[in-house]
Structures are given as structure tokens and as C-alpha cells.
């Protein structure tokens, strides 16, 4: 267990922090609120602040949500707690070890690393073996451990509590505007520029053909109103995600294509950030190229809509 406890919070700080602690997939508006709270004590104090939190997600590891599932991948969980004012972002490998830890081990662990003064988490937060480590505990604890805690109740929206699990379902149900409303930031994937087969070029809508990442979140497949950000200009576009029907393609797997509404150019080998702000359509199979050509006419007028 020693070895598990090693250098587990990374080298330890020349100073204090204040630390928030947490899943933290989706940094949805309820996450935000309490990393916001951590970066505002920690300033106010002239201390560090930092992020605690674990990959794999316990829930995954756990078997309670599938692989790929994930809001936010790792790097960008980690790119937006910066974006956000974390000065030091800390990623447990979640392991069985880990989870056995019993909370005081934990705590004795993080503190002779990051010299806690304050530990801000969600009412719902527990660690340890049998999640015995709730936010109670873990506040009564504090007096032993030199730190206070900053417990956040749960932020409700339109009658709700805002939750990774309510964000996960509205993607799936493909209803970006409220998911994006939950987030406070529009749903997104980043991958690699790749050559397709030209069928959009063909069909006289040239596309930028990417894969989504492996663990993140598949959105059902459809058309969407989207933003292709490349090299830091912003595209409106038609994106579509799917197995493209109309031409026999179900059993090649997914395809992610995007046809930009104001550009055109080679972009392979860049890469694309796509931004999802709504779904225009389910995908269908069309009797023809030319029935599938005047839909996407269609389906590119009311993107303009959207993202105009």
C-alpha cells in the first residue's frame, strides 16, 4: 500500500493550496461552480490551487458506464481546468488500490503533498473503500488534517439537478441546445483531418472526413449544425455522423463528415475541433443520389439558420 501511496499527488508544493476534488467529466456548470470556488479561495489567499481528480472515471472502472462514454477526454478535462485558473492538475490512475484506500490514508497522502488548506467537493462526493469517505466525513476529518471544506450543493437548471448523467442522456438523445445550456460550453470532439472515399465530392459537397476518439461520447447518428474550428479559424458546416445508408455502407462503421459552408481547401493532416450546436435531422436512406443531394440543400439552408 505504501508503494500505491507514493508520490501518488505528484512532488509536493513549496507552499499551500486549495483544492477541489472530483470526477469532474463534462466540467459541467455544477463542476464549474466548484472549481470556481477553489481558484477564488486560492487567489484570495495567495496559495495554489489545484484539481483532484481520476482516470480511468471510477464509474467506468466500475463497469456502471461503458468505455465510451466519456463528456471530456483526460487532455481536455485537463486543458479547460487551466482554461479555468487550476495551477496544478492532478490525475489519479484510478485503480482498486486506489478505491480500498481508506479515507484517512487518503487524506494523509494528499496532504503531504499539496499542504491542503481548503477541499471544496460535491454534496454527492465519496472516496475509499465502500465509498466510505463521504463529504461528511471527509469535513469532520479536516480538523485532524489542517484543512477546511467548501461543500457545494447541487446546481439545479429548468427543474433539475445538473449532472454528467443528465448530460449524457440528453446527448444521446441528440438535444445539444439543452446539453450545451447544462455544460456552459457547446458538446465537442477534436480529431485528425483523414481522406475519405470523395462520395460528398461526387455529390458536389466536398467533406472533411475525421474519426471520434475512441472513449468519447457518440452523439446518435444524424446531421448537425456544427463549428469546425482548423488552425484557429472558426467554419460553419453540415456535419454528419453515420453509416451512410443510401449507399450500402452500414456494416463499414461510423463516418464523421463535414461540409463547410463558406471554405474549401485541403486541410488533411490538420486537425479539426468540432463543436456541436444542434441536430438537424436522424439520418435516413434515400432512394436515390438525388433525393439524399436535394436534402442536404436543405439540410445546409437551415445549418445557415442556426449558425448564422
Not at 492538475?89 to 488500490?97: D, E, G, K, N, W
Not at 456535419?239 to 445508408?245: A, C, D, K, S
Not at 463516418?255 to 479539426?272: C, H, I, P, R
Amino acid at each position: 500500500m505504501n508503494e500505491v501511496l507514493n508520490n501518488l499527488f505528484g512532488p509536493e508544493l513549496p507552499n499551500h493550496s486549495a483544492a477541489a476534488i472530483g470526477a469532474f467529466d463534462g466540467l459541467h456548470l455544477g463542476h464549474q461552480h466548484i472549481i470556481n470556488n477553489t481558484v477564488t479561495f486560492a487567489k484570495k489567499n495567495g496559495i495554489t490551487s489545484a484539481a483532484i481528480l481520476f482516470d480511468p472515471l471510477p464509474s467506468i472502472f466500475f463497469g456502471r458506464l461503458g468505455t465510451n462514454e466519456r463528456i471530456l477526454l483526460r487532455d481536455e478535462q485537463e486543458t479547460r481546468l487551466r482554461e479555468m485558473g487550476i495551477d496544478r492538475v492532478i490525475i489519479l490512475p484510478f485503480s482498486h488500490q486506489i478505491a480500498d484506500l481508506t479515507p484517512e490514508a487518503f487524506l494523509s497522502a494528499m496532504q503531504s503533498s499539496l499542504h491542503c488548506e481548503r477541499l471544496v467537493m460535491g454534496e454527492d462526493f465519496s472516496l475509499g473503500k465502500g465509498r466510505t469517505g463521504s463529504a461528511a466525513v471527509l469535513a469532520n476529518l479536516g480538523s485532524t488534517y489542517g484543512f477546511s471544506t467548501d461543500i457545494i450543493t447541487k446546481d439545479v437548471m429548468d427543474g433539475d439537478i445538473i449532472s454528467s448523467t443528465r448530460i449524457r442522456s440528453l446527448l444521446h438523445q441528440g438535444n445539444l441546445p439543452q446539453a450545451n445550456r447544462l455544460l456552459g460550453y457547446p458538446f465537442f470532439f477534436s480529431s485528425d483531418i483523414i481522406h475519405g472515399d470523395a462520395r460528398g465530392r461526387k455529390l458536389g459537397f466536398p467533406t472533411l472526413n475525421v474519426k471520434i476518439p475512441e472513449e468519447k461520447l457518440k452523439l446518435p447518428n444524424g446531421v448537425y449544425a456544427v463549428y469546425n474550428y482548423i488552425d484557429g479559424v472558426k467554419y460553419a458546416s453540415v456535419t454528419n455522423i453515420g453509416v451512410r445508408p443510401t449507399f450500402g455502407l452500414d456494416d463499414k462503421g461510423t463516418f464523421v463528415e463535414s461540409y463547410l459552408l463558406n471554405a474549401s481547401g485541403n486541410f488533411y493532416g490538420e486537425t479539426a475541433r468540432l463543436e456541436f450546436v444542434e441536430m438537424l435531422r436522424e439520418e435516413k436512406r434515400f432512394s436515390s443520389a438525388e433525393e439524399l443531394k436535394n436534402q442536404i440543400n436543405k439540410d445546409i439552408e437551415r445549418a445557415r439558420q442556426i449558425l448564422s
